[in-house]
């Protein structure tokens, strides 16, 4: 490629080895953040936004641990209300309209059935539930109690109509617009929530924001934070080894699920958290993606657990369960876990057959919750908390630990948990991020017409239809990419014509990419929709080894690395060989 007609490299598109070596020439900060998900990347934002000298730090990639595995979804938790969060609710629904607006090209409006199969089922117990927060004995929900929760529901969610009211139909008007739903159904109820496509991809936009609101502000992934010093933090580069420290005033813990296991690093014994598991599986099954006609079919369950059948980027995703875990252990979905949503589907549509050769991709993580001790896991609160001490053995640091959150409240709550550093630090916020636009989202064209004038101006180099597709992708951070490749004949991949080598050079080189699999995993959707195979594999491995310098060597144990990956987390079995000790 001809760099030297390159266009100016985006905010952060300095490498990831090169941002950690620029943090060791200046190993301190105000703030240090430690944990990337979407809470601790949102938390970097909003601080960098106000011109705090932040650090950022991630053991892994971006988003590679509970935020990666959400349910893609933004929603108000209507499920909230039987437990009397009346306060998550109305921050999420305002939340999930807010996303709407700013992040447009990520997240969108989804229209979202629920099939009912009585009247008056839980109508008792729910007060039980909003009284003590106990499930008792597991009931599905009847109609009664969902319309009067959805009717609720439509209260907290007028916001200049971001999306419509629910709507109660009929079994004849249900079986009329779904024919393949469970004829034993007496109602269904719909009502709209919002998509989130790409949930990765949404957090790299907020950390790339973060990263353009100036040089204070400093992101590094595959560094753990692995105890403290004298110094301040210790800190380990994954890659190399290394160690050094970095001192801070404030230290935030948003690791998450990992939270108690990060203080404890720190050398503060906390017993803060209390994940469960979440697992999902995605299926390649025209028919079942035809039955849903668009919608996602959602559900609690006889057993009182949440029920999703998904349909998302040509597949279907079905989830997802509520489990005990022990954070020391990996979260894989079992096959226990899989047959359990074969039985939920069989409920919802029970004419469609489903096995597993249809599944291409399966996915687990664990969700932040606070400790709940004798609550069963579906009725512990999804609202968090901010717990603040003293550091360990520094006198003068602060730590504060982020206790529960989820992807819907991101920004509400990153801007409450950096008010709080504020406050530490004797500064003041200059900047809200409430309606303020996130990477692809600024300037997204809302209208057809507005549509079109972007692919015009933009599709001169790629075609209209290419310049359409990567608007999709990366809402107008797509402009960084076409102008990057001006002139440039894009090259399509040879196993995969829906990326070019270009693109994927690009994303290697301006998005601190480490490994084969941030690419695999989080840069691209290739791993989710079933779209790996070896030969592919083999050629993202050489593209990405090429823009990032890796030996031959580096290029084939990455490819291995990757593929063990895939098939013992993800259940994706692509054959290549394990690699040589």
């Not at 709407?100 to 089922?121: C, G, N, Q």
């Not at 290419?466 to 490749?485: N, S």
């Amino acid at each position: 490629m001809n760099r030297n007609r390159r266009q100016p490299a985006p905010a952060g598109a300095v490498s990831a080895r090169e941002a950690v070596a620029r943090l060791r020439e200046r190993p301190q900060a105000a703030v240090l953040v430690i944990g990337g998900g979407i809470n601790g990347i949102a938390t970097f934002r909003d601080l960098a936004l106000q011109g705090v000298d932040v650090v950022l730090v991630e053991r892994g990639d971006f988003v590679s641990g509970a935020s990666s595995a959400s349910s893609h979804m933004i929603h108000g938790g209507i499920r909230y209300l039987e437990n009397g969060e009346f306060r998550l609710v109305k921050e999420s629904v305002e939340e999930r309209n807010g996303l709407i607006r700013i992040a447009p090209h990520y997240v969108k409006p989804l229209e979202t059935t629920v099939p009912i199969f009585s009247t008056f089922s839980g109508v008792l117990s729910a007060p039980l539930r909003f009284l003590t927060h106990k499930s008792g004995k597991p009931t599905e929900r009847g109609a009664a109690l969902i319309k009067t929760g959805l009717t609720i529901y439509d209260a907290f969610s007028r916001d200049g109509g971001a999306v419509p009211r629910h709507r109660f139909h009929g079994a004849k008007r249900s079986l009329a617009e779904l024919p393949a739903l469970n004829p034993g159904v007496k109602y269904t109820a719909t009502y709209y929530d919002a998509s989130m496509h790409d949930p990765e991809r949404l957090a790299l936009d907020v950390l790339f924001d973060g990263l353009a609101a100036g040089p204070l502000a400093r992101a590094v992934n595959y560094v753990e934070a692995i105890g403290h010093d004298v110094a301040g933090v210790r800190l380990r580069d994954t890659t190399t080894g290394e160690e050094f420290s970095v001192a801070a005033d404030v230290v935030v813990n948003t690791s998450g699920p990992w939270t108690d296991l990060t203080n404890a690093d720190l050398g503060e014994e906390t017993r803060f958290m209390g994940g469960t598991k979440g697992s999902h599986i995605v299926l390649d099954h025209p028919e079942l993606l035809a039955a849903t006609a668009g919608r996602e079919i959602f559900f609690e369950h006889e057993d009182g657990r949440i029920v999703l059948i998904y349909p998302l980027k040509g597949r279907v995703m079905v989830g997802t369960t509520d489990l005990e875990h022990d954070m020391r252990e990996p979260a894989i979905c079992t096959e226990e876990e899989v047959d359990y949503f074969f039985d939920l589907i069989a409920h919802v549509f029970p004419a469609i057959r489903v096995d597993r050769s249809q599944i291409v991709y399966r996915f687990s993580g664990v969700r932040p919750l606070p400790r709940h001790d004798d609550t069963q896991p579906g009725f512990v609160s999804r609202d968090y908390r901010i717990e603040r001490a003293d550091a360990s053995g520094r006198p003068g640091t602060s730590v504060l630990s982020l206790v529960g959150g989820k992807w819907t409240t991101f920004r509400a709550l990153a801007e409450h948990l950096s008010g709080e550093v504020l406050a530490l630090l004797g500064g003041e916020r200059v900047v809200s991020t409430k309606g303020l636009a996130i990477g692809g989202g600024a300037g997204y064209p809302a209208t057809d017409d507005a549509r079109r004038v972007w692919l015009v101006s933009h599709g001169d180099e790629v075609g209209r239809a290419r310049a359409e597709e990567l608007l999709e992708r990366y809402g107008t951070r797509a402009a960084a990419y076409l102008a990057d490749i001006e002139g440039e004949p894009e090259t399509p991949l040879a196993h995969h014509d829906g990326y070019s080598r270009n693109e994927i050079a690009w994303l290697a080189r301006n998005e601190r990419v480490v490994r084969l699999q941030d690419v695999v995993l989080r840069r691209t959707s290739l791993a989710f929709t079933g779209s790996l195979t070896a030969p592919l594999l083999d050629e993202l491995a050489a593209v990405v080894g090429a823009e990032l310098g890796w030996p031959a060597g580096r290029i084939a144990a990455e490819v291995a690395a990757t593929a063990s990956l895939l098939a013992e987390r993800h259940g994706v079995e692509l054959g290549v060989p394990a690699p040589v000790e």
